[in-house]
């Protein structure tokens, strides 16, 4: 991002945060960070927030029509569903599916004219399509409360969290609206802070990390295996802080305005296992496809091998979403396979009483926490990688 | 009428000490079972299909929520209402 637009997006906080507080009335607070949201979005691409714009329109229609109770509304939430996913998959995944077509032999028009190859994923829109199925679940489900087609839209399209999550739930923000908050210096300060922690953390520490880190990593042959180790374990950090710095500004931004938004990470390199690790990175999106893709799909009527062929496949979803390509194919047969180890594991030891004890010591859980650490670690290698690089990697770590 | 509560409530304590916590600790009525980390998503499917074999109830698809069924309490009120006892 050039410095021209970071002035002008700080002039753009400075203005909204100062109207918000000093001149705009509570009730009308959310219109006007709805405002403030449109505008954002616009100027990143007109024809996006159009393109949002309706699809929100559209799952409040279908919230009207799913709360007046018609007898078939179950059909009209997995019509919504499936209209949005199939958007998410559209914009995702569309060459993929055009390569596996012509591979079959399906013929495509040459690509000016047929124009279906210029389709540009819009910045935001996974986080925009999981707000919207959530909401439209739940609706269903009657968990949302009574509110205002401005409140749901503001929720869907609030511009601290547009970019990249975190992933709230409905029932959380609109309960901030509602309760119309007073400034508070110290959730204002607490703000700013998160604000500067982002800030460093992303453009500070990680940037400067991966200048030193990728080149050793890209050139294997060229450095000794403890520095391309700890290359390695500086690259899961770095990871880490570039995406926990994107989630500190955009909680911190929320704060300014007075709303708390879910936290995206736990301190997950301190966790004891992989299970625990998954419940403590990005927390809004993998408890998103906990709730709607592994409750529903696999949870109901579970059997055990219905239930680890659900981790396993959450798993795959989960990274596919990031990117569907071979690396993330890998990533999620790597961390879906750790999982169901995991939890085999865990079977194990509720059979056999010395099994368990055996691993029950306290002493054993940094062990635990750094072999974690490093079945993590082993994996950023395939999120940032291409294949021949983990190949060369590889061959000069083994 | 307390008898139920009393009994329904043992069980599904019994259950997740035995299932979940190696038979070792105390767990309190109002305990957030998954923020606590006792119970994960696989332990909440194993809790539903308990539940279930158990008292001899079913949940439909919009009912397996995590925070409908969080605390001993909450589980042992979505037992005791779909049974109609309450």
């Known amino acids: 991002m050039s410095m021209g637009r970071i002035l002008i997006f700080l002039l753009f906080l400075y203005i909204s945060v100062s109207l918000y507080w000093i001149i705009i009335p509570k009730r009308f607070r959310s219109l006007f960070l709805l405002g403030c949201s449109i505008i954002f979005i616009a100027a990143l691409n007109l024809e996006y927030l159009l393109y949002f714009l309706a699809n929100v329109a559209f799952v409040y229609g279908a919230k009207t029509y799913i709360g007046k109770k018609a007898a078939n509304k179950g059909w009209v939430l997995s019509a919504t569903v499936v209209w949005l996913v199939a958007n998410l998959c559209l914009f995702k995944y569309h060459d993929i599916f055009i390569n596996l077509l012509s591979m079959f032999g399906v013929k495509f028009p040459p690509a000016q004219a047929a124009g279906i190859y210029s389709i540009v994923l819009p910045l935001g829109l996974s986080y925009i399509i999981f707000r919207l199925i959530h909401y439209v679940v739940e609706s269903y489900r009657g968990n949302i409360p009574e509110s205002s087609f401005v409140d749901f839209a503001m929720y869907v399209l609030f511009f601290p969290t547009f970019l990249a999550g975190p992933v709230d739930r409905f029932p959380r923000v609109y309960s901030q609206t509602a309760q119309g908050k007073d400034f508070v210096i110290t959730d204002f300060n607490y703000g700013l802070f998160r604000i500067a922690s982002g800030i460093i953390k992303k453009f500070l520490i990680s940037d400067s990390l991966a200048k030193v880190i990728m080149p050793i990593l890209y050139a294997p042959q060229a450095n000794s295996r403890p520095v391309l180790i700890a290359s390695i374990y500086g690259l899961a950090i770095q990871v880490y802080l570039d995406f926990a710095g994107y989630t500190d500004m955009a909680i911190g931004i929320s704060r300014l305005f007075g709303y708390t938004i879910m936290e995206n990470f736990d301190r997950p390199f301190l966790k004891k296992n992989i299970a625990l690790f998954w419940r403590s990175w990005h927390i809004s999106v993998y408890s998103w496809i906990r709730d709607y893709f592994f409750f529903p799909i696999f949870g109901y009527k579970a059997s055990n091998f219905k239930i680890y062929l659900g981790i396993f496949c959450s798993m795959m979803v989960f990274m596919l979403w990031h990117k569907g390509n071979i690396n993330f194919l890998l990533l999620g047969i790597y961390h879906g396979t750790g999982l169901i180890a995991w939890y085999l594991f865990q079977e194990v030891k509720r059979k056999h009483l010395f099994i368990r004890n055996l691993f029950a010591r306290p002493y054993l859980d940094p062990l635990s926490v750094f072999v974690t650490f490093n079945f993590v670690s082993f994996g950023f290698i395939i999120f940032s990688l291409n294949l021949h690089e983990i190949n060369m990697l590889l061959r000069r770590l083994l | ?86």
Do not use: P, R, W
């Not at chain 2, 909440?44 to 279930?52: G, R």
């Not at chain 2, 008292?55 to 589980?75: A, D, G, Q």
């Not at chain 2, 042992?76 to 309450?86: D, P, W």
């Open chain 2, 1 to 86: 009428m307390a008898e139920n509560i009393d009994e329904v409530k043992k069980k599904v304590k019994e259950f997740i000490i035995q299932d979940f916590m190696f038979g070792k600790g105390e767990l309190k009525d109002e305990e957030l079972l998954f923020e606590s980390g006792i119970i994960d998503s696989l332990g909440f499917i194993k809790l539903l299909s308990f539940i279930e074999k158990t008292f001899n109830i079913s949940f439909n698809m919009s009912e397996i929520v995590i925070e409908k069924l969080n605390t001993v309490n909450s589980i042992v009120n979505t037992i005791l209402s779909k049974k109609g006892t309450t």
